[in-house]
Nanobody, 122 residues
Framework: QVQLVESGGGLVQAGGSLRLSCAAS????????MGWFRQAPGREREFVAA???????NYANSVKGRFTISRDDAEKTVYLQMNSLEPEDTAVYYC????????????????WGQGTQVTVSS
C-alpha cells in the first residue's frame, strides 16, 4: 500500500519555475516506478514524466528540456522541477506509482495522489 501526497503547486508567471514534490508513505517506495501526470480543465489526464525504479527517466515531448523528474528513495519522495513554464502547463498535477518498469507513459498506475494545482499566467 502506498499513499501519495503532492505539494509545491501555485501561481507563477510565464517563464518562471516551480518544484513539485510527491511524498510517499509505506516501506516499499523504492520498488515502484513513479510518474507525474496532469489534467487541464476539459481535457483528459496526460503523461508528463516518469522515473523507473532504476532511475531511468522519460518525458512527454511537450515538456522535454524544461521539466526534470527525480527521486530520492531515502526520503520516499519524487520531484518534478518545472522551468520555463508556459500558460499551456496550467493543470492539476498528479503523481502516481506503478509496479512496472517499462512503458511508463502508458502503464497502469495503481496509486495516485490528490493533485496539486499549477497555474501559469501570461
Amino acid at each position: 500500500q502506498v499513499q501519495l501526497v503532492e505539494s509545491g503547486g501555485g501561481l507563477v508567471q510565464a517563464g518562471g519555475s516551480l518544484r513539485l514534490s510527491c511524498a510517499a508513505s509505506g516501506r516499499t517506495f523504492s520498488s515502484y516506478s513513479m510518474g507525474w501526470f496532469r489534467q487541464a480543465p476539459g481535457r483528459e489526464r496526460e503523461f508528463v514524466a516518469a522515473v523507473s525504479r532504476s532511475g531511468s527517466t522519460n518525458y512527454a515531448n511537450s515538456v522535454k528540456g524544461r521539466f526534470t523528474i527525480s527521486r530520492d528513495d531515502a526520503e520516499k519522495t519524487v520531484y518534478l522541477q518545472m522551468n520555463s513554464l508556459e500558460p499551456e502547463d496550467t493543470a492539476v498535477y498528479y503523481c502516481g506509482a506503478t509496479s512496472t518498469s517499462y512503458n511508463l507513459s502508458g502503464a497502469r498506475y495503481g496509486y495516485w495522489g490528490q493533485g496539486t494545482q499549477v497555474t501559469v499566467s501570461s
